[in-house]
């Protein structure tokens, strides 16, 4: 829809009063959102997002601006009021644009969602919710969505970087809620990857997660409320790897340790954890959710080890907060869409394998909490305050799992936290989740194999014990 | 409006009974501080079609940011799929129109015409203030302004045709504040669509004062306490409490007031308002299908008066909408606008006095996550300060509050005098609750 010759010209306008930097970012993006709700569609919504952001910077500042209107005249338009945000004279040759070939990491799928019928797509939503209803006569509710895109982007820069990436997304959701006796509890799963209609159909034993779900949802009818306090933790794998990315994901990002915001700003090269820790944020990932072929600023994706041995040994970097860095960008730089100006963000972040078993944590822990499914939290990068919740849990008892639990939260300090990890399993897992922050909502994956943290607050609706 | 011409003309042709479009437009200016220097500016344009039709009678939804040629055949043949996918039982229903309409003028052409230089000069003085204020200041890390214009119309095949126009500006900052080992943020956020409500000092002191009291944070012991919600805090469970109002939630079954039309639902301190035609910069006089909205009172007394209708919800409760039907997400389902909390009359200070010992939470973090919509139970992260001897004390830090949320209204002793409207759109007071769960030490 932009020509390389308009880029040129678009570029050059921008950069007119001093910026050292401009760049061009389209967008076009076609998205289905089809739900059901106890066996029936209650909609199918279209959406087409559309539209063009430029961005310029100069030194430490930056200028965007973005528009849904492709005319020749508002782009230019565009061009030359974020350009004006700087005053100067013109400080950049412009590099010719040269078209850089994208190596696929997540455009594979033999079946791309947009080739699947809505019938396909209606039979696959029916047999999870048949699952989860046929599941248990206390299962009043069943809600099932799929959500699928495809979003076409062209990144033209004043390096010369001419850059054109698909990206194919599909996820799932399933909500089970139970109810026996005036209580009303509920429980969802969300399978999700940069793949198309063969990830849900057989990459992924769909039909055992919905019948996990509406057992979970069941589970906690008989859950019993948590006590609060003090104590240790297990955090089962996969969702649970939801700690690890709002404790020390978000602080490892550039935006915060550029401005030494966060906590873990002068740590590089500093013991942060026991040495069975190690972490990495890998976008390239083949299929991941998180996974992109380039970065928002169309950088190839790139695997980064967060932590080594328990060292920090790296951070998420974007090309602007790398400037105060005085450090490379490392592929991660995201935004949600046009309307966001792109900043360091993770990808696939995920705690890898330690030397422990499960059976070994739960067996050496006397008292604490088994977290086995985690929901969602947020966290303050400039103090590392943290809070998230546990969606199933159960109490440990004299090594042992005993009863079911509900309505926890967990809050600590993300720096201390990591420090508390005694014991690390090996049994890995990811999942998909949103994660929003100041370049709008993008898809991630957290993921850790179950790990202990000798003690965090729990707070629970059952007071102190 | 005839650019639209073609889409009602091309519909009609395709066999789509009634179409509905709601087109808005909207632009925006911001720029941000940081270190004295001007960080980052940002200029918007949002472009965006919403439409809905009715196909073999069922409702079908598409939308786009994309304006060509072409929008209209898109827009049309994605309906009339969309439409032929549903099989939930609904009637579907777009809105002829409202006998009368309460327009107000909202828009003020000051907020545009107000030079950048003010607004920039304000921004570095805030940072300048904040900085100067207190040697533990140890960053600015946010400082911005925004203003953000835009206008809406909605129109469909029965001839109706509904225009808004409003505007909004907006100051944020935040600080961290660094004394020892202790790493405190604050901020703050003024909101509003009118210039002589804000003032440099009063809200630089406000982020000021709030941070520096965080200093000496500890956690109190774990067990049930008399509690104060500041204002702020009512603000954010507020809008989950009244979801439960919704009549599209109560008739899915996962309100927690079925039936409890003209029951209790709080104390009988609580009496809560909805009131969209209230002139500020949530005014809206009609919702997004296009009926004319109204104040009314939802709780009064405890007792609740009414439910949120949209036209679909009315249509199965055999009443009238309320005029609550919003869009969230393409699809319109069930909102509310201009909340008000009727204030008590003793004052914060009051409150503490007659509570002596207990705890004041102001502020909760991730209601998004720990906060259950089906229970109604939830369990926050929470800063706030120690109650002993009728007075505010130690600050708290790090803990969590726990309890469910329709007890917590049915439990409200006291309603504060100190409303203000936040700009979260909620014009609330801080509550005295009987008991909530603290976790700390």
């Known amino acids: 829809m932009i020509s390389k010759k308009l880029a040129s010209v678009l570029l050059l306008e921008a950069t007119a009063s001093g910026a050292d930097f401009a760049e061009v970012y389209l967008e076009d993006t076609l998205s289905s959102n089809l739900s059901m709700e106890n066996g029936k569609i209650e909609e199918r919504v279209s959406t087409n997002g559309f539209g063009v952001g430029i961005r310029v910077l100069k030194g430490l500042q930056s200028a965007y601006g973005y528009t849904s209107d492709l005319s020749k005249k508002s782009l230019m338009k565009l061009a030359q009021d974020v350009g004006k945000a700087f005053s100067g004279p013109r400080v950049l040759t412009l590099a010719p644009l040269e078209k850089v070939k994208v190596k696929e990491i997540i455009n594979l799928s033999t079946q791309p969602m947009e080739t699947i019928s809505v019938k396909q797509k209606i039979d696959l939503l029916k047999m999870v919710n048949d699952t989860m209803a046929s599941f248990d006569k206390r299962i009043v509710r069943t809600n099932?969505?799929?959500?699928?895109?495809?979003?076409?982007?062209?990144?033209?820069?004043?390096?010369?970087?001419?850059?054109?990436?698909?990206?194919?997304?599909?996820?799932?959701?399933?909500?089970?809620?139970?109810?026996?006796?005036?209580?009303?509890?509920?429980?969802?799963?969300?399978?999700?990857?940069?793949?198309?209609?063969?990830?849900?159909?057989?990459?992924?034993?769909?039909?055992?997660?919905?019948?996990?779900?509406?057992?979970?949802?069941?589970?906690?009818?008989?859950?019993?409320?948590?006590?609060?306090g003090k104590m240790p933790v297990v955090i089962g794998n996969g969702f649970g790897g939801v700690i690890f990315h709002e404790a020390c994901g978000h602080p490892f990002e550039a935006s915060a340790v550029s401005k030494k915001l966060s906590v873990f700003w002068d740590k590089l090269g500093k013991q942060v954890a026991n040495p069975i820790v190690n972490a990495v944020d890998d976008g390239t990932i083949p299929f991941g959710w998180g996974?992109?072929?380039?970065?928002?600023?169309?950088?190839?994706?790139?695997?980064?080890?967060?932590?080594?041995?328990?060292?920090?040994?790296?951070?998420?970097?974007?090309?602007?907060?790398?400037?105060?860095?005085k450090a490379e960008q490392n592929g991660h730089s995201r935004r949600q869409n046009y309307k966001f100006e792109p900043t360091s963000r993770m990808t696939n972040t995920y705690i890898e394998n330690g030397p422990h078993t499960v059976e070994q944590i739960i067996a050496a822990t006397q008292y604490g909490l088994y977290a086995k499914k985690m929901g969602g939290g947020s966290v303050n990068p400039a103090t590392g305050e943290f809070n998230f919740t546990v969606s199933e849990g159960y109490m440990i008892r004299n090594g042992k799992i005993a009863e079911a639990v509900k309505g926890a939260a967990l809050v600590g300090k993300g720096d201390e936290t990591l420090a508390k990890i005694d014991m690390v399993a090996n049994d890995l897992a990811r999942a998909q989740g949103m994660c929003g922050a100041a370049s709008g909502s993008i898809p991630t994956d957290v993921g850790q194999p179950t790990i202990r943290v000798t003690e965090i607050t729990v707070g629970g609706r059952r007071g102190g014990q | 409006m005839a650019k639209f011409d073609a889409y009602f003309a091309l519909a009609k042709e395709k066999g789509v009974e009634v179409l509905e479009l709601y087109y808005s437009r909207a632009k925006s200016l911001s720029f941000k501080l940081y270190n004295a220097q001007i960080e980052g500016y940002k200029l918007s344009e949002d472009i965006?079609?919403?439409a809905r039709g009715i196909y073999k009678g069922k409702i079908g939804y598409a939308s786009t940011e994309k304006m060509t040629k072409e929008t209209p055949e898109f827009l049309v043949n994605e309906i009339i799929m969309n439409a032929g996918t549903v099989t939930k039982e609904e009637l579907a229903i777009i809105f002829k129109g409202s006998e009368k309409y309460k327009k107000k003028k909202v828009y003020n052409p000051e907020i545009a015409e107000l030079s950048i230089d003010v607004k920039k000069k304000n921004l570095f003085e805030i940072e300048r203030k904040l900085k100067a204020a207190d040697k533990r200041i140890a960053q600015v890390d946010a400082c911005s302004y925004q203003e953000r214009e835009s206008e809406a119309m909605l129109l469909n095949s029965y001839g109706l045709q509904l225009k808004r126009k409003s505007n909004y500006y907006y100051y944020y900052a935040g600080v961290l504040a660094i004394q020892g080992e202790e790493r405190k943020s604050e901020g703050d956020v003024h909101f509003s669509n009118d210039l002589t409500t804000f003032n440099v000092d009063t809200f630089v002191n406000k982020i000021i004062s709030k941070a520096l009291i965080k200093f000496g944070g500890t956690q109190c012991p774990?067990?049930?306490?008399?509690?104060?919600?500041d204002k702020e805090v009512v603000a954010d469970l507020l809008s989950a409490y009244l979801d439960n109002a919704s009549a599209d939630e109560v008739q899915k079954k996962t309100s927690l007031m079925i039936g409890k039309l003209n029951q209790p639902v709080a104390s009988k301190k609580v009496t809560i308002m909805e009131m969209p035609l209230k002139k500020n910069a949530f005014f809206t006089y009609f919702d997004d299908e296009g009926v004319a909205t109204y104040n009314k009172t939802v709780v009064k007394k405890g007792v609740l008066q009414t439910y949120f209708h949209n036209l679909n919800t009315a249509h199965k409760d055999g009443v009238q909408t309320t005029g609550n039907g919003y869009r969230s997400g393409g699809k319109v389902g069930v909102g509310f606008q201009n909340i008000v909390l009727k204030p008590g009359r003793k004052s914060l200070e009051e409150l503490f006095a007659k509570i002596g010992d207990g705890v004041y939470i102001t502020e909760v973090m991730g209601v998004h996550a720990s906060l259950n919509p089906t229970s109604g139970n939830f369990s926050l992260q929470a800063n706030g300060f120690m109650i002993e001897n009728g007075k505010r004390s130690t600050p708290l830090t790090l803990i969590t509050v726990a309890g469910n949320l329709m007890d917590m209204f049915m439990n409200v002793k006291e309603v504060a005098s100190d409303n203000e409207l936040l700009s979260s759109g909620y014009d609330v007071p801080s509550l005295f609750i009987k008991k909530l769960t603290i976790a700390g030490k």
Do not use: H
């Open chain 1, 144 to 228: 099932v969505y799929l959500n699928d895109m495809v979003k076409n982007v062209t990144i033209f820069n004043t390096l010369g970087r001419y850059v054109e990436d698909t990206r194919r997304r599909a996820r799932l959701y399933m909500i089970a809620v139970a109810a026996e006796n005036g209580k009303i509890e509920n429980f969802g799963e969300g399978p999700g990857a940069s793949d198309g209609f063969d990830f849900f159909t057989s990459k992924i034993k769909l039909k055992e997660m919905a019948i996990e779900t509406a057992k979970s949802a069941i589970s906690l009818l008989g859950a019993a409320e948590c006590p609060s």
């Open chain 2, 48 to 50: 965006s079609l919403y």
């Open chain 1, 291 to 325: 996974s992109t072929n380039v970065d928002d600023e169309g950088f190839p994706a790139q695997k980064v080890q967060l932590i080594k041995d328990g060292v920090l040994n790296s951070f998420m970097i974007d090309q602007f907060n790398g400037r105060r860095m």
């Open chain 2, 222 to 229: 774990s067990k049930d306490y008399k509690t104060v919600l």
